[in-house]
């Protein structure tokens, strides 16, 4: 899947707008996701935290839980953004390994300077999977 310049601008620009929605109020750390499904719908999210600290949840698995709540099953890219430009965490890398292997990531800083770009596959080899469970899943994505 190759992604245009406009298609991962628009990526990032997504997130940098919805990262000024993230609650952060324990970690001041504000992040931004954007995932672009099959249907060429842009899902977004926000990390959201809360005072029980571990039911915080990451922005790129609120993009994704929403991408999926609108009945989307295969992710083409997601973009982050993070004031210095983070990697997405293990957690919401294993999520998103369920509805895509190829996805590409994009890692960018909060001015909109694409940093990293990668694949799920690079960032989450050997993945735990539906196939490890005996699953063959229609969205089976682990090959
Ligand atoms: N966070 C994300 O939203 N995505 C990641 O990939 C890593 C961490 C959030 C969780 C928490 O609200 C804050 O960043 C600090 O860990």
Do not use: W
Request: net charge negative; glycine share 6%.
């Amino acid at each position: 899947m190759n992604l245009s310049q406009e298609q991962k601008k628009i990526l990032v620009a997504q997130a940098i707008k919805v990262r000024l929605n993230a609650y952060a109020p324990y970690s001041n750390f504000a992040v931004g996701a954007a995932v672009l499904a099959d249907n060429g719908e842009i899902y977004d999210g926000a990390n959201v935290e809360n005072a029980a600290y571990p039911t915080t949840m990451c922005a790129e698995r609120a993009a994704i839980f929403k991408a999926v709540s609108d009945g989307e099953r295969s992710m083409q890219a997601l973009a982050v953004v993070t004031q210095k430009a983070g990697y997405p965490c293990g957690a919401c890398r294993q999520v998103l390994s369920e509805f895509s292997q190829e996805a590409i990531i994009i890692v960018a800083n909060d001015s909109g300077e694409i940093l990293h770009e990668t694949t799920l596959a690079d960032l989450l080899p050997h993945s735990f999977g539906p196939e490890d469970l005996g699953k063959e899943l229609e969205s089976d994505t682990h090959g």
